[in-house]
């Protein structure tokens, strides 16, 4: 009587087989037991789920080439911690001969897509809530700093003289008055200390031989003015509105002006400071250079 007898190598490999069954069902149950479902292997190993499907139910007809197919296989196996190479023995052994030859066969056609780079399913646009909030933070402060500058530009541009309105009043105009009302000083009302605008005093002015000299007025509101020359030659004289006024004659000039605050003069293009002169907001003074 005969009696069979194994290696105790190969009954170790019976009773895996037994258990496990053959190398799509050993790498479905481990999966399985480790709590992973096919998506998440194949997000792990960019395998398509297909190729996963077809790998556990040993579909060899939808896999991909023998070699690509083998190194799924070998993939999948590492991923779950088992025996690559025992797996891949499995396989090798259970690969359809018909699908090798096959294979060989059409070894000069170009190679199919082994689907490992591609992605099922169209991946979601995701945007990173601190960058939109950056881009919406950088409008607003572009938005404030327009305006500010803007805002900037317009007070500059109130605080300017407008020098639009710079009279060259000729001789008759300037005795006739260059305002648009012709109300005349009286030049014997006391409006305040009388003097040079220089640190001459009244009767050095008197004295001064007469030359030729320029009055700027710069008004800011309506303002009695009037001024005369040493040759008795009335300039200007009457209420002064918002100007510029460009006067020459001979000095010693007499000047009246009222509200003082509203009036800037310059001598021959030096400024003279009239609240030195003035009294109640009103100046009476002689001025020469």
């Known amino acids: 009587m005969e009696i069979d007898r194994k290696d105790p190598l190969t009954q170790t490999l019976d009773t895996s087989n037994q258990t496990f069954g053959s190398f799509g069902n050993q790498l479905k149950q481990a999966r399985i037991s480790q709590n992973l479902t096919l998506d998440d292997v194949a997000a792990e190993l960019f395998i398509l789920r297909r190729h996963l499907e077809a790998i556990e139910a040993e579909d060899f007809t939808s896999l991909p080439q023998a070699a690509f197919a083998r190194g799924f296989v070998i993939n999948y196996a590492k991923f779950l911690g088992l025996d690559s190479d025992q797996v891949v023995d499995s396989f090798n052994r259970n690969y359809p001969d018909a699908l090798k030859k096959k294979s060989v066969d059409d070894i000069e056609s170009p190679l199919k897509p082994m689907g490992t780079l591609q992605r099922e399913g169209r991946r979601a646009i ?3 809530p601190l960058l939109l909030l950056g881009l ?3 409008i607003i402060l572009a938005v404030f700093l327009i305006r500010t500058i803007s805002n900037a530009k317009d007070a500059s541009q109130e605080k300017q003289p407008n020098t639009g309105v710079v009279d060259n009043i000729s001789d008759s105009e ?3 008055g260059a305002a648009v009302k012709t109300t005349v000083v009286d030049s014997g009302n006391n409006l305040g200390s009388s003097g040079s605008a220089l640190n001459l005093d009244s009767t050095a002015a008197a004295t001064a031989t007469g030359e030729d000299a320029t009055l ?7 303002s009695p003015i009037t ?3 040493a040759t008795g030659k009335t300039l200007i004289s009457g209420e002064q509105s918002r100007g510029s006024y460009k006067l020459a004659g001979k000095t010693p000039f007499k000047v009246q002006i009222g509200n003082v605050s509203n009036v800037t003069l310059n001598l ?12 109640n907001n009103q100046a009476n003074f002689s001025l020469a250079p």
């Open 136 to 138: 919406i933070g950088l």
């Open 174 to 176: 300037q005795s006739a």
């Open 126 to 128: 995701r945007f990173n």
């Open 227 to 229: 001024v005369i020359d």
């Open 268 to 279: 021959n293009g030096e400024p003279i400071k009239l609240s030195e002169f003035a009294q």
């Open 216 to 222: 700027d007025f710069w008004v800011q509101g309506n």
